[in-house]
Nanobody
């Protein structure tokens, strides 16, 4: 079993920055794909970014955050980060960390991930 705990959310003004963290524990290793998703009130959960190993480190982003957000992962302890710059009001959402032991399929589909954190709120005004 894998546990994921997010932190780092908050309220910022448009143009500001935040860094989200997700500490992973349990039976997780470098082979897991990890990602960030977000969900705004009344909207479906959507992908933000993901990272995984396949010979090299691979990162992917949705178009709306490319150039503004950076995903990264450290191994000791196993922590996933999301650096968010130039935040916009439309980035307001609950942000979730997710992990899965496989890297096949479509990285941006929530149903491709087995483990989820509780979320951390980001509000941009």
């Amino acid at each position: 079993h894998v546990q994921l705990v997010e932190s780092g959310g908050g309220s910022v003004q448009a143009g500001g920055s935040l860094r989200l963290s997700c500490v992973a524990s349990g039976r997780i290793d470098d082979s897991y794909r990890m990602g960030w998703f977000r969900q705004a009130p009344g909207k479906e959960r959507e992908a933000v970014a993901a990272v995984w190993h396949r010979g090299a480190i691979i990162t992917s982003y949705v178009d709306t955050v490319k150039g503004r957000f950076t995903i990264s992962r450290d191994n000791n302890p196993d922590t996933l980060y999301l650096r968010m710059n130039s935040l916009k009001p439309e980035d307001t959402a609950m942000y979730y960390c997710a992990a899965d032991p496989t890297y096949g399929g479509v990285w941006s589909r929530p149903d491709e991930y087995t483990y989820w954190g509780q979320g951390t709120q980001v509000t941009v005004s």
